[in-house]
């Protein structure tokens, strides 16, 4: 069983950055593959990036572009999503994921959500 609680979301002006942190319970979090997923208003939740247990061969959802970056660090037990040039495209809820065999990129192949953490960009 894990347990995931977001924090870090907020507002921000169109080109600003945030940072977003998920912290998760369990002891075997090291063994899981962890990922950010968001959902705006009306729309369906989509991927945003997967970070394996080793942290190599992560993953981006295509609209990333190179503005965000996922870490993590098993010894803490968090998983960060740094988001910088934030575009009013990207406000939506954030939500932190975790699967326990592979690297989530769509809803159906996570295990454990977090509660999510509010992101809003102004133009």
Do not use: H
Request: charged share 20%; hydrophobic share 35%.
């Amino acid at each position: 069983q894990v347990q995931l609680v977001e924090s870090g979301g907020g507002s921000v002006q169109a080109g600003g950055s945030l940072r977003l942190s998920c912290a998760a319970s369990g002891r075997t979090f090291s063994s899981y593959y962890m990922a950010w997923f968001r959902q705006a208003p009306g729309k369906e939740r989509e991927f945003v990036a997967a970070i394996p247990w080793s942290g190599g061969y992560i993953r981006y959802g295509d609209f990333v572009k190179g503005r965000f970056s996922i870490s993590r660090d098993n010894a803490k037990n968090t998983v960060s999503l740094q988001m910088n040039s934030l575009k009013p495209e990207d406000t939506a809820v954030y939500y932190c994921a975790a699967r326990n065999s592979r690297i989530p990129t769509a809803t159906y192949e996570v295990d454990y959500w977090g509660q999510g953490t509010q992101v809003t960009v102004s133009s």
